[in-house]
């Protein structure tokens, strides 16, 4: 069993920046996607990012196109969600996964191990 542990989370005024970390028990090399995922309360779980093999393939929610940037670091077995010019409504549980295999990778059923999650508070 993967393990996944989140850190980086904290409460931010609106326009700021927040750096989240995601570090796996194992080597990420032989993972297809690491991902981030957010829930707000009452919500349902959201893509965020992902990162495939190697990172150099990246791909974003919509809502954070252009101010979210995610890395991925297979030789520390980490990922990385870069966040600027947070915004009220990015208030959420940021949660990492990891997923095997290819194919599509916005989904949360897809992916084969989860963290605990950070949580992230944007204040206006």
């Known amino acids: 069993q993967v393990q996944l542990v989140e850190s980086g989370g904290g409460l931010v005024q609106a326009g700021g920046s927040l750096t989240l970390s995601c570090v796996a028990s194992?080597?990420?090399?032989?993972?297809?996607?690491m991902g981030w995922f957010r829930q707000a309360p009452g919500k349902e779980r959201e893509f965020v990012a992902a990162?495939?093999?190697?990172?150099?393939?990246?791909a974003y929610g919509d809502s954070v196109k252009g101010r979210f940037t995610i890395s991925r670091d297979n030789a520390n077995s980490t990922v990385y969600l870069q966040m600027n010019s947070l915004k009220p409504e990015d208030t959420a549980r940021y949660y990492c996964?990891?997923?095997?295999?290819?194919?599509?990778?916005?989904?949360?059923?897809?992916?084969?191990?989860w963290g605990q999650g950070t949580q992230v508070t944007v204040s206006s």
């Open positions: 990162a495939i093999w190697s990172g150099a393939t990246k």
């Open positions: 194992e080597r990420t090399s032989s993972f297809y996607a």
């Open positions: 996964a990891l997923k095997r295999g290819g194919g599509s990778y916005e989904y949360t059923s897809v992916y084969n191990y």
